[in-house]
């Protein structure tokens, strides 16, 4: 099992940008597929954007060109650079790893004026 805990949400303004970041235990991290996903009271979970071990990203269409997720295998950390952010965003986000499906706690972002 790997064990996950994000960071960095909070509350930003209309347009404004954080960056979460997901520190992974154990020493395979390198080799894991990591994922964004996110989570609105009263929906499903959805997928926001992922990352392979070779670097190759993917992400959902509400996110494309405003959100980079990146990996630093040398800090066992995954990150979800989030810019202009719309109150639509406002979700629970939780990292995942693919492998033992393992899920972090979860931090919360809030968009809101």
């Known amino acids: 099992q790997v064990q996950l805990a994000e960071s960095g949400g909070g509350l930003v303004q209309p347009g404004g940008s954080l960056r979460l970041s997901c520190a992974a235990s154990?020493?395979?991290?390198?080799?894991?597929?990591m994922g964004w996903h996110r989570q609105v009271p009263g929906k499903q979970r959805e997928f926001v954007a992922s990352?392979?071990?070779?670097?190759?990203?993917t992400y959902a269409g509400s996110v494309k060109g405003r959100f980079t997720i990146s990996r630093d295998n040398a800090k066992n950390t995954v990150y979800l650079q989030m810019n202009s952010l719309k109150p639509e965003d406002t979700a629970v986000y939780y990292c995942?790893?693919?492998?033992?499906?393992?899920w972090g706690q979860g931090t919360q972002v809030t968009v809101s004026s």
């Open positions: 995942k790893e693919a492998h033992f499906g393992s």
């Open positions: 154990g020493t395979i991290f390198s080799l894991l597929r």
């Open positions: 990352i392979t071990s070779g670097g190759t990203s």
